[in-house]
Structures are given as structure tokens and as C-alpha cells.
């Protein structure tokens, strides 16, 4: 190999580190370019449970790696029917907090947005923004308490699940 081949692959080898570095720090700072170029667990949720009939509190502990918008949500296996309001004889209340305090406390109704889809769909506790109301890469623990009969709405609607996930940012 001669030297102009040497530095051409030299060359294209700091391209593709600069170009990787680049995909991560963007990954971190812009919604925009993950909303284009989402990676595959974007919309996975971060940390589930399920809601058990007799149950009231439960804890989530999630770190946020990417900046934009996130829901706590009850999600049914079953769907009410597009457009059906979800029947709910509960209300929860939702603290989300790192270790230093408290950032978010909200707490839903019958009255909170819901959503549906081809596979189920279920209630919107909350809505927030990473880094503008929780901080990114920081552990944080969101704390419900569900008063109510969370039971009737499991028998209606199966077994629902408490998860929190990004949402979209269009």
C-alpha cells in the first residue's frame, strides 16, 4: 500500500468515529433527529408492572436517555373500542422524584386523556419533558398510588399494566 492509500483510510476511519460520535451526542441533545432517526428500543417502554386488583402503590425507577417527551401510562390489553372512553373507578397519584426531590406530582381522574390502538390502549397518568421538567441520565423514581377500584377495570379490560415510555414529540 503507498502513503496516499494509507492516509485516505486513515482519513476515512476518522470520519466514521466522528460520524459515531456525532449519532450519540445528537441521539442526546436533538428530539428532531430521533424522531427521523429513532433507535430501535426509542418507544419501548422503560419500566413496567402489572396493576394487580388488591394492590395500590407501585414504583418505577427509570433513567432518561434521550431528550423529549415521556408518559406514564395504564395500558389494557383490551381495548374499550376507538373513540369508547375506558370505564374508571379510580384516580391515581403520581410523584416523580430523584433522590435529591421531588419534580412532577400529579394526579389523574376519570377525566385524564386516553388512548386506543389496534392492540389495546388505556389511560395517560402523565406527561412530561426530559431535560426541561426531569432530568436526563439521572435515576429517577415515579411513585403511584391508585385509590379506587383498579379491579373492575382489570376484569373489563384484562390484566392492565402500569409503564412509563416516550412518547412522541411531533
Not at 52 to 79: C, F, Q, W
Request: glycine residues 10%; neutral net charge.
Amino acid at each position: 500500500m503507498n502513503v496516499s492509500g494509507g492516509k485516505c483510510v486513515a482519513a476515512a476511519a476518522i470520519l466514521v468515529v466522528a460520524l459515531l460520535m456525532g449519532v450519540g451526542w445528537m441521539r442526546g441533545a436533538s428530539p428532531l433527529f430521533n424522531l427521523f432517526f429513532p433507535p430501535a428500543n426509542f418507544y419501548s417502554p422503560m419500566a413496567y408492572q402489572a396493576i394487580e386488583d388488591k394492590s395500590k402503590g407501585y414504583l418505577l425507577e427509570v433513567m432518561h436517555r434521550y431528550p423529549g417527551n415521556y408518559e406514564v401510562e395504564i395500558y389494557a390489553p383490551t381495548s374499550s373500542g376507538v373513540g369508547v372512553p375506558y370505564q374508571v373507578d379510580f384516580d391515581a397519584d403520581i410523584e416523580v422524584k430523584t433522590e435529591k426531590m421531588t419534580l412532577l406530582h400529579n394526579t389523574s381522574s376519570k377525566e385524564s386523556p386516553q388512548f386506543w390502538g389496534r392492540a389495546g390502549g388505556g389511560i395517560t397518568l402523565l406527561r412530561y419533558r426530559v431535560p426541561e421538567q426531569v432530568p436526563r441520565n439521572e435515576l429517577v423514581q415515579i411513585n403511584v398510588a391508585i385509590t379506587g377500584d383498579i379491579g373492575r377495570f382489570n376484569k373489563k379490560y384484562g390484566t392492565s399494566v402500569l409503564l412509563v415510555a416516550k412518547s412522541s414529540d411531533e
